[in-house]
């Protein structure tokens, strides 16, 4: 029955260690510099992304699909 | 007693005080009004790369009603190049909804932006916009300006990855706790229509043995409630060894909490004992409440006595232990 509860004494100290410090360091956070774009978001288009740590801007504008309103069908 | 454990409680306090270490920081705020196909820049935005957190970037844009926007962001360093540039396709549309008879006013918007990322460094950057388009229902370009609310936070956490730690942290101390304050054996449960419990059982070692009695008490044929404002019972616990020596005589007179519902009334007496017994030993118990409490009226009969007994606890909080005589 000790090891069971030294397990679940780990288990507990490891669970707060890991996701406080996760939450706080976010590692998986994208870094100006890193290869790519960060990931995008309702309505955000990247122009362009890093390439050997510089920005490198893509050509041309993305297509505007001019309103985006989804309109009374989805509001209540 | 063993009080440590009790700390692990405070564990899930952890990431919540995090979060609100978080939440205490000053935000950096400026308002930015763009005019239509032109650019504006913001003052220099202080953008921090420490261990704690890491930069939030929050565009709010105040659009009128039924417009749309495209909207391009860039974000510069201190030397003016282009570090991140995105553009951000935003509206805010209301109208009226009926259904079923019913109707009201509506409103949908999509007119913000959050940028999280981390720079290489500390340092000044700058942020520039470009209203590229604001344009009403019908597609027709509005010449007024937009105003742009920015705000960055330097230590923004994962807040809900935190919340979620504090769960899971809450769930494994009470698992944790439990299996310290409850690894305990239970040895017997008695319910006896009697005023007095003996049994003989094999008890001691680590821990403590811990005897919880409850008993209650009726009138027999009156349905009277309590005269006297204050009742008390007296118990007695008697030990003997295996050898039917007495080790241990004890009497405590307790309190009788009177209850009653629908008409009927009834006493309990409530208690629970704390016996150390160092060496594992065969131990002869009596215990004994009165068979009845007199309060002026028909007297209390005890209708039944129950007992629970464990073996081996460990107590969070400090409590009166018995002990055996030698």
């Known amino acids: ?76 | 007693m063993r009080r440590w454990p009790l700390l692990l409680g405070l564990l899930p306090l952890i990431p919540l005080l995090v979060l609100l270490m978080s939440l205490l920081e000053r935000p950096q705020r400026q308002q930015i009004a763009v005019a239509p196909e032109q650019s504006s820049t913001s003052e220099p935005l202080r953008l921090e790369s420490g261990w704690f957190g890491s930069p939030l970037i929050k565009l709010q844009a105040e659009l009128p009603l039924n417009t749309a926007m495209g909207l391009g962001v860039e974000l510069l360093d201190a030397g003016g190049a282009t570090v991140l540039e995105l553009a951000k396709d935003g509206w805010r549309e209301t109208g009226i909804w009926s259904e079923g008879g019913e109707s009201g006013r509506w409103e949908e918007s999509d007119a913000g932006l959050r940028l999280s990322l981390r720079p290489p460094r500390l340092g000044a950057y700058l942020l520039r916009l470009t209203l590229e388009d604001l344009l009403d229902t019908a597609g027709r370009p509005l010449e007024s300006p937009l105003l742009v609310r920015l705000e960055v936070r330097n230590h923004s956490v994962d807040a809900p990855l935190l919340w979620f730690t504090a769960l899971v942290t809450l769930l494994m101390a009470g698992i944790a706790m439990r299996s310290i304050y409850r690894n305990c054996r239970l040895r017997k449960v008695l319910r006896l229509e009697d005023n007095r419990v003996r049994l003989r059982c094999r008890l001691g070692g680590a821990g403590l043995v811990r005897m919880e009695l409850r008993a209650r008490y009726e009138r027999p044929s009156s349905d009277a409630g309590p005269n006297a404002p204050r009742l008390m019972a007296e118990l007695q616990l008697e030990a003997s060894d295996a050898l039917g020596r007495s080790r241990l005589v004890f009497r405590r007179l307790l309190p009788v909490a009177a209850h009653s519902s629908d008409g009927d009334h009834w006493l309990n007496v409530n208690e629970v004992l704390h016996l150390k017994v160092r060496e594992p030993l065969s131990l002869g118990l009596k215990l004994t409440l009165p068979e009845t409490i007199a309060d002026g009226g028909q007297p209390w009969e005890i209708e039944w006595l129950r007992l629970v007994l464990e073996d081996g606890v460990l107590s969070p909080r400090p409590v009166a232990v018995l002990t055996l005589e030698p």
């Open chain 1, 1 to 76: 029955m000790a090891s069971e509860r030294t397990l679940i004494l780990v288990l507990t100290l490891s669970a707060v260690t890991v996701g406080t410090a996760t939450a706080v360091s976010r590692p998986f956070l994208f870094q100006l510099g890193q290869e790519g774009a960060p990931p995008g978001s309702s309505g955000v288009s990247y122009r362009g992304s890093y390439r050997g740590g510089r920005w490198v801007p893509s050509r041309g504008r993305s297509d505007w699909s001019r309103f985006q309103g989804r309109g009374p069908g989805t509001a209540k």
